[in-house]
T-cell receptor, first 115, second 113 residues
Framework: EAGVTQFPSHSVIEKGQTVTLRCDPISGHDNLYWYRRVMGKEIKFLLHFVKESKQDESGMPNNRFLAERTGGTYSTLKVQPAELEDSGVYFC?????????????FGPGTRLLVL | SQKIEQNSEALNIQEGKTATLTCNYTNYSPAYLQWYRQDPGRGPVFLLLIRENEKEKRKERLKVTFDTTLKQSLFHITASQPADSATYLCALGGSSNTGKLIFGQGTTLQVKP
């Protein structure tokens, strides 16, 4: 069974540009999460989808970040316009439906560097 | 605000010994706690889950304890091996309908042969 995949693995952009990150969850997983780790800090929650609906977007930093999950399958996270402080590793995770504490399966992350 | 503390310094131990990692938290009452392993350049990998009403969980060479009074979890790796060298992350989850996890910064374990 394929795991969570993320694309691209690395992205280097200039301040002010737009970047779109993609996440393909494990097939059949209703729950999809985005997290971010900035240099020297802990992994922080951004948002949670259940199928195509946003269940919790309390961790989204500001309105420059837009996440979508059309059709309840893959998800995209767009940063527009990117700022220097957006640099970090963006992780996507997915889990099966139902119950507390379901195992979250993480992708390898997208390393974003904003210059 | 919610805070999770893990040993920021790397833990170096000899192969065959037991590694013990600590996770302390404040201003939070988690419904469950998870431990993850992360290798360089990879995403976290789930290891163990322990719920608030459980004191201890075991899986092969791994053992987790959870003390909600002390607000602390201990993670033990017995008979450690060089392959156990990695960063170990503690993550807390709440009782709401979201699967949002709050992570600690992680502790790096180095097992020397």
């Amino acid at each position: 069974e394929a795991g969570v995949t993320q694309f691209p693995s690395h992205s280097v952009i200039e301040k002010g540009q737009t970047v779109t990150l993609r996440c393909d969850p494990i097939s059949g997983h209703d729950n999809l999460y985005w997290y971010r780790r900035v240099m020297g800090k802990e992994i922080k929650f951004l948002l949670h989808f259940v199928k195509e609906s946003k269940q919790d977007e309390s961790g989204m930093p500001n309105n420059r970040f837009l996440a979508e999950r059309t059709g309840g399958t893959y998800s995209t996270l767009k940063v527009q316009p990117a700022e220097l402080e957006d640099s970090g590793v963006y992780f996507c995770a997915s889990s099966q439906a139902g119950g507390l504490g379901r195992t979250q399966y993480f992708g390898p992350g997208t390393r974003l560097l904003v210059l | 605000s919610q805070k999770i503390e893990q040993n920021s310094e790397a833990l170096n131990i000899q192969e065959g010994k037991t590694a013990t990692l600590t996770c302390n938290y404040t201003n939070y009452s988690p419904a469950y706690l998870q431990w993850y392993r992360q290798d360089p350049g990879r995403g976290p990998v789930f290891l163990l889950l322990i719920r608030e009403n459980e004191k201890e969980k075991r899986k092969e060479r791994l053992k987790v304890t959870f003390d909600t009074t002390l607000k602390q979890s201990l993670f033990h790796i017995t008979a450690s091996q060089p392959a156990d060298s990695a960063t170990y992350l503690c993550a807390l989850g709440g009782s709401s309908n979201t699967g949002k996890l709050i992570f600690g910064q992680g502790t790096t374990l180095q097992v020397k042969p």
